[in-house]
């Protein structure tokens, strides 16, 4: 990754709704340009791989109809992973232990496991804004598009307008929209939900985290769970 100094507050993106123009203010791509890497999605992964590769000098361009709102989702990193990559000031909240729940998981579950490892909440905004910028200053193109279909090097979106690449990437998410496979591909996977709330007070510790809770008491009698 790219590691580019950011306001303590950054500002809010700021990204242009006309489908024919890219972040930067340069035209947007006419029908088949081509460029070294297509990206499609613009999630952290895709924001990334892109801010990389402007980086190296290669001609990039990311395409998602999200790009000027803030991510939804909330994501966790370890800080001795985050640290090496120069953007431990993207975690807003960090603590010191992180919890592994077993007990009364099931009969003869693993004792709980305590790791003395820091684990950070990212804070989303800085962290989009700082790889937007890293992308600009790379001179990427970024699009206010979807992209609906990809053919082999071209990508489609729903302006009806396309461009063409050597490499073209599915950053699209786990459920990878545009990654075709020769034979059945149905891997199983994991997704996660939290909610951030305001309490007056709670009996949790600040500097600990619970990563992962085997116990299932909260379900219950409930025979569809």
């Known amino acids: 990754m790219v590691a580019i100094a950011a306001p303590l507050r950054p500002a809010p993106l700021r990204v242009p709704r006309a489908t024919r123009y890219a972040v930067n203010g340069a035209a947007a791509p006419q029908h088949d340009d081509v460029y070294d890497v297509a990206i499609c999605g613009a999630g952290p992964a ?114 009806g307008s396309s461009v063409r690449a050597c490499v073209v990437v599915d950053a699209t998410g786990f459920r990878r929209k545009f990654v075709k496979h020769d034979v059945a591909f149905d891997p199983g996977f994991q997704v996660t939900y939290g909610a951030l709330l305001r309490v007056e007070k709670h009996p949790f510790p600040l500097d600990k985290l619970v990563l992962m809770d085997y116990r299932d008491e909260y379900i219950g009698d409930d025979a569809a769970m």
């Open 46 to 159: 895709g924001l990334a791989t892109a801010a990389e590769c402007a980086a190296r000098g290669l001609k990039v361009c990311v395409a998602d109809p999200a790009l000027g709102r803030d991510w939804p989702n909330n994501y966790g990193v370890w800080i001795d992973e985050v640290e090496p990559l120069g953007f431990d000031d993207c975690v807003d909240v960090v603590w010191t232990e992180s919890s592994v729940v077993f007990e009364d998981a099931a009969p003869g579950a693993l004792e709980n496991v305590t790791l003395q490892r820091p684990y950070g909440r990212v804070d989303r905004k800085r962290l989009k804004r700082r790889l937007v910028d890293a992308c600009i200053k790379g001179d990427a193109t970024l699009l206010t598009k979807r992209a609906v279909d990809v053919e082999g090097t071209a990508v489609e979106f729903d302006d």
